[in-house]
């Protein structure tokens, strides 16, 4: 009896234990300024094909890097996951709020998609403001690498080729 209880208890943890097929989308940042960027990751907790980023993507902002793919895979007492992403930087081009569609991924003949993501867009920083905050913490980063960065160049050759 205790053997069965034992059994038991073990399979319904290794049942619940499984995950739903999941597509999340991750924002570094809901408010951006003009001039700054952001990062949107989609992350799905299974190996999906077919990934279908946002329509609007392009429309409403540059692609400043992306996509970037990275997949995952690992095997832990006998349970085999895998998950994979899909990164953007992104520069937004206007002011305002924007809603980013969701994206879609097809896994096991099946379509799941991530959550719209709104992303509000504010007036450019004056990053020479020394009054901002973030202005005031560059400037001191700066200088402190101003301080401390020493380059010397050694070149073996008189002449340089392209390539």
């Known amino acids: 009896m205790k053997k069965f209880i034992f059994i038991f208890i073990c399979m319904v943890s290794g049942v619940l234990q499984a995950q739903t097929p999941t597509l999340q989308a991750l924002v570094s ?28 993507i392009t429309k409403d902002f540059r692609v400043l890097g992306g996509p ?8 832990a007492n006998g349970t085999m996951t895998s998950k994979i992403s899909y990164s953007y930087v992104l520069s937004p081009i206007n002011e305002g709020t924007f809603t980013i569609k969701p994206a879609k991924i097809e896994f096991e ?24 905050a973030q202005g005031s913490n560059e400037q001191k980063q700066l200088k402190a690498l101003e301080k401390n960065i020493y380059l010397k160049l050694h070149v073996n050759k008189k002449t340089a080729f392209q390539g």
């Open 29 to 56: 940042k809901t408010t951006v300024p003009l001039n700054g960027n952001f990062t949107i990751s989609y992350q799905f907790n299974y190996s999906g094909e077919d990934f279908t980023a946002p329509t609007n």
């Open 68 to 75: 970037n793919k990275r997949s995952e895979m690992s095997y």
């Open 109 to 132: 003949n099946k379509t799941y998609s991530s959550q719209e993501i709104k992303i509000t867009v504010t007036k450019a920083q004056d990053k020479s403001n020394p009054n901002s």
